[in-house]
């Protein structure tokens, strides 16, 4: 079964940290950029943050710069989000999307043109951070 599974999410204090993985099976993962996004209640999705298929460039949107941290290890067929100082507005539900048709640097996963982003191969089901105290 050709699949993105993630795992990791949960609830965390504002100063705290998770780490949220992004297994895949049925498919080589190295063939693919890997995006992590992000949906907040009553929002749409964004883009937070993505990693071309062999690491070579990395993007992060403004708010999580600085705190995120995007990883693959291609030999684990996995990619990792570390998340650092997480506040409460990182509130959400992330998913991870593989994309094979990535061209040029990371940032063209993850940033939406024309209110669109790129049509993704797979996408995984999500998992929920809440971030409270």
């Known amino acids: 079964q050709l699949q993105l599974v993630e795992s990791g999410g949960g609830l965390v204090q504002p100063g705290g940290s998770l780490r949220l993985s992004c297994a895949a099976s049925g498919f080589a993962l190295d063939y693919y950029a890997i995006g992590w996004f992000r949906q907040a209640s009553g929002k749409e999705r964004e883009g937070i943050s993505c990693?071309?298929?062999?690491?070579?460039?990395?993007y992060y949107t403004d708010s999580v710069k600085g705190r995120f941290t995007i990883s693959r290890d291609n030999n684990k067929n996995t990619a990792f989000l570390q998340l650092n100082g997480l506040k409460p507005e990182d509130t959400g539900v992330y998913y991870c999307?593989?994309?094979?048709?990535?061209?040029?640097?990371?940032?063209?996963?993850?940033?939406?043109?024309?209110?669109?982003?790129?049509?993704?191969?797979?996408w995984g089901k999500g998992t929920e951070v809440t971030v409270s105290s």
């Open positions: 990693i071309s298929s062999q690491g070579a460039t990395t």
């Open positions: 999307a593989a994309y094979s048709k990535l061209f040029g640097d990371a940032q063209n996963m993850c940033v939406s043109r024309n209110g669109q982003y790129p049509n993704m191969d797979y």
